[in-house]
């Protein structure tokens, strides 16, 4: 998993003053878990994700990208691939 998502969730557990054990109740997940999905270990299924953001009141959606960072970051692709191919 991204460790972007796991540290996501971290912030808004500790800016509402949540332990992981309170979170997991409230959520429906495992302490050890959620610790995990924090420190960015493994993968996290959608109805996990959905269950936490709920649980803090948060909820998830899908934003586009403005149209320069879409050309930018297929273009990094672009070039990670023909540096990928140069190495072989």
């Known amino acids: 998993m991204?460790?972007?998502?796991?540290?996501q969730i971290r912030a808004l557990r500790t800016?509402?003053?949540?332990?992981?054990?309170?979170?997991a109740h409230l959520s429906g997940i495992s302490q050890q878990h959620l610790s995990l999905l924090e420190?960015?270990?493994g993968g996290i299924e959608l109805a996990t994700l959905?269950?936490?953001?709920?649980?803090l009141g948060?909820?998830?959606?899908?934003v586009a990208r403005p149209p320069a960072l879409a050309a930018l970051a297929t273009r990094a692709r672009q070039w990670e691939r023909f540096a990928q191919w140069e190495e072989k």
């Open 2 to 7: 991204d460790g972007a998502i796991g540290s």
């Open 15 to 23: 800016a509402q003053k949540l332990t992981q054990k309170n979170l």
């Open 39 to 41: 420190q960015g270990e």
């Open 50 to 55: 959905r269950k936490l953001l709920d649980a």
């Open 58 to 62: 948060h909820e998830l959606s899908i």
